[in-house]
């Protein structure tokens, strides 16, 4: 109802509030371990929660079409039998999708927590380096096979790249046609997974007097001053509402500031 009767950012940012209810605690799968316990069996974070998010990535892992025939087909079996496991489920959807979900469900069905992510890039020219780096909040899954989307933007152009790790720690080299601003996760919202995101345009921080980045963004940016005769500096967010206002002292240098608020994006100096 909130994608197709209110809006797709309205829909992505259920998704958001819902993903941050879920990996607010590192234990717990969707399947219930005890049935007899009526605070288990209906646990809204994870039976109703993160059930929704497990169908919200298998409709992007085998797209809308053949997500919406395999949930008609479900439905019919449905009403035939009056009931239904979750195998069946899985293995009609498997059938009308032709792709193997045993991974996928052993994971997010069976498989308690989820993800953390530590994701840093750096771009020198066109050359961009990413490093991933995951650890699992639940020794159950001991490692998680998701998709890595990151969305590499400047004032003018944008580039989604998804990374595929197939270890706990990877690094990626690739090329960008453009100098990137920032990266920004998961712009479509379609991965379960708490994340920390850093990364920095080395050519942009030796070329401007003063960088914000990453911008646009949500929680931590840094800001650097390469300039010795700046000495205050306001940083004003998407609203025009003053975040931040430092001095800078002697010599140039940089400082880590930390902000926090649902609208630190586009930032201006």
């Known amino acids: 109802t909130h994608e197709y009767l209110i809006s797709d950012e309205d829909f992505k940012n259920q998704m958001r509030g819902m993903r941050g209810s879920i990996t607010a605690d590192p234990n717990g799968a969707v399947f219930p371990s005890d049935t007899s316990i009526v605070n288990v069996l209906f646990n809204g974070r994870?039976?109703?929660?993160?059930?929704?998010?497990?169908?919200?990535?298998?409709?992007?892992?085998?797209?809308?079409?053949?997500?919406?025939?395999?949930?008609?087909?479900?439905?019919?079996?449905?009403?035939?039998?009056?009931?239904?496991?979750?195998?069946?489920?899985?293995?009609?959807?498997?059938?009308?999708?032709?792709?193997?979900?045993?991974?996928?469900?052993?994971?997010?069905?069976?498989?308690?927590?989820?993800?953390?992510?530590?994701?840093?890039w750096r771009q020198r020219a066109n050359d961009v380096k990413v490093e991933i780096t995951?650890?699992?909040?639940?020794?159950?899954?001991?490692?998680?096979?998701?998709?890595v989307p990151l969305l590499f933007s400047n004032k003018t152009q944008t580039k989604l790249i998804?990374?595929?790790?197939?270890?706990?720690?990877?690094?990626?080299?690739?090329?960008?046609?453009?100098?990137?601003?920032?990266?920004?996760?998961?712009?479509?919202?379609?991965?379960?997974?708490?994340?920390?995101l850093g990364g920095v345009n080395l050519d942009k921080i030796q070329e401007d007097e003063i960088v914000v980045f990453p911008n646009p963004g949500q929680g931590k940016f840094k800001l650097v001053s390469r300039n010795p005769n700046i000495n205050q500096v306001e940083v004003y967010n998407s609203l025009g509402q003053l975040v931040l206002k430092d001095e800078f002292y002697g010599a140039s240098h940089q400082r880590?500031?930390?902000?926090?608020?649902?609208?630190?994006?586009?930032?201006k100096t």
């Open 256 to 267: 880590l500031k930390y902000f926090y608020d649902n609208n630190f994006l586009n930032l």
């Open 46 to 120: 994870l039976r109703y929660q993160k059930g929704a998010w497990l169908l919200h990535m298998l409709r992007h892992k085998i797209g809308d079409s053949l997500f919406y025939e395999g949930n008609r087909q479900y439905i019919n079996a449905l009403k035939e039998k009056g009931f239904a496991t979750t195998d069946e489920y899985k293995n009609i959807m498997q059938q009308v999708s032709g792709v193997d979900l045993d991974l996928f469900f052993n994971q997010w069905f069976f498989g308690e927590g989820h993800p953390n992510l530590k994701i840093n």
């Open 162 to 196: 998804t990374f595929y790790p197939d270890s706990l720690q990877q690094s990626f080299e690739i090329k960008l046609p453009f100098s990137a601003d920032t990266a920004i996760w998961d712009p479509e919202v379609s991965v379960l997974a708490k994340t920390s």
């Open 134 to 147: 995951q650890s699992p909040s639940n020794n159950s899954v001991p490692f998680w096979k998701i998709p």
